[in-house]
């Protein structure tokens, strides 16, 4: 299979697998499995949508998604995952994703983390009941119950049902961490998607448009995209807006020789997520300035993938980058959060590993084949202009491969 380029296309066929969907359904549930029983959990209780839709391969509306507690799945031993979903979307979801044993699929217990008031009890109680039902069918009851969320109406409710819960997120970023085959092909065509997006983002850029303007056309260009399921933000800043880099977006109109840049913050396709930033100068070319700034920028990049390797630690790539203090003359490392970081991508935009010289020295992480990250730099002159550039890259045994292929080496120059 050829690296550094998505392989296949977005749609089924009957003559080509592509991406093997049932495949990577399986593997994403057997390796939260094992790492549950790894951590000597009986069962693992994920209320966290993407730890819910690693282990059952379900999709639910987007206003459900990030609300722990209106949906949550159930995962015992040896047994398929029961889902507990929001209402009546259940029937639905008989419908869409028959790996789910019908018998399997319930109604959620929902109490909007207490906005339900004074009923808040009641529901978690509700709710503990069918959790603890669930584990006396498959025969883990009084084992173990891990938990990637946890709140005060929760804990006095498992103490009442006599349920020891204990870290369950522990579990479920270990097996997020390295991904399969299907899951690299779909952060191909993620990166693919992102370097499409890069391309119509400069043909559209031009002085008197707005960052709002150049969000809204490319948020329209992405839900065009077959399987594009969210598109979380498209990050447009523009001249003293990207330094510091408030990561947001404004009416401010783009003016001649302003630095632009966009980023791609996990636009979602069948799940998978992105982050790809790129630097544009719109209108008159960068400056010999704005130019070193970004060698600099471009050489802290290229030098923490240089150290990217299976069996070095976060420790190598983040020594890699300057202090704030050297950097940036910032007292801690706390204050420029971001500015020089690497994170895990999947069906969330923080899997393992996040890579910081806030953690990553006295707390490094062990790099494996499969892991796929973005890594990404920044520098600037305050309130005058900044630059920002990431990468996006598969961990192989043998090579680092980069998915993200829009052209990085310079700034990208858009004339009028």
């Not at 103490?159 to 819960?165: L, V």
């Not at 990561?247 to 636009?267: C, E, H, K, S, Y």
Request: include cysteine; charge should be negative; hydrophobic fraction near 40%.
């Amino acid at each position: 299979m050829r690296h550094g380029t998505a392989n296949f296309g977005i749609t089924g066929t009957d003559w080509q697998e592509k991406v093997n969907w049932d495949r990577l359904r399986k593997y994403r549930l057997e390796s939260a499995r094992a790492r549950m029983k790894a951590h000597g959990l009986g069962a693992m209780l994920c209320m966290y949508d993407e730890n819910c839709r690693y282990i059952t391969s379900t999709l639910t509306p987007g206003w459900n998604r990030l609300k722990p507690g209106l949906r949550y799945a159930l995962l015992c031993g040896d047994a398929a995952p029961v889902l507990f979903e929001q209402g009546d979307i259940g029937a639905q979801i008989q419908r869409h994703s028959p790996w789910i044993p019908e018998e399997n699929i319930r109604y959620s217990y929902a109490w909007i983390k207490g906005a339900a008031g004074g009923a808040s009890e009641q529901q978690v109680t509700k709710f503990t009941n069918a959790i603890l039902e669930e584990m006396k069918r498959f025969g883990v009851a009084g084992e173990k119950l891990g938990v990637d969320f946890i709140d005060i109406n929760m804990i006095g409710a498992f103490e009442k049902a006599g349920i020891t819960w204990v870290d369950g997120m522990s579990a479920m970023m270990e097996a997020r961490a390295i991904k399969n085959v299907d899951e690299q092909e779909c952060m191909r065509i993620v990166a693919a998607i992102g370097d499409a997006a890069h391309y119509e983002t400069m043909k559209f850029l031009r002085p008197g448009i707005t960052e709002n303007q150049v969000t809204a056309h490319i948020m329209e260009y992405l839900y065009s995209v077959p399987g594009m399921e969210d598109v979380e933000d498209v990050i447009v800043s523009s001249g003293p807006n990207t330094w510091p880099n408030w990561r947001n977006f404004t009416d401010r109109i783009i003016q001649p020789g302003d630095m632009v840049f966009m980023d791609l913050a996990a636009l979602t396709w069948n799940g998978y997520k992105s982050c790809y930033y790129r630097t544009y100068c719109v209108g008159k070319p960068p400056t010999q300035e704005m130019n070193d700034t970004y060698e600099q920028a471009l050489g802290w990049l290229y030098d923490s993938i240089e150290a990217v390797k299976v069996g070095t630690t976060t420790r190598e790539i983040a020594s890699k980058w300057p202090s704030a203090k050297e950097a940036w003359g910032y007292d801690e490392e706390d204050q420029a959060a971001a500015n020089l970081w690497g994170h895990g991508l999947g069906l969330a935009q923080y899997d393992p590993p996040v890579i910081s010289r806030i953690w990553s020295l006295d707390h490094p992480v062990e790099i494996k084949e499969g892991m796929v990250f973005a890594l990404e730099t920044q520098h600037g002159k305050t309130y005058r202009y900044g630059v920002r550039i990431e990468e996006m890259l598969i961990v192989h045994n043998d090579e680092v491969e980069i998915i993200s292929n829009f052209p990085v080496d310079k700034i990208m120059y858009v004339p009028m």
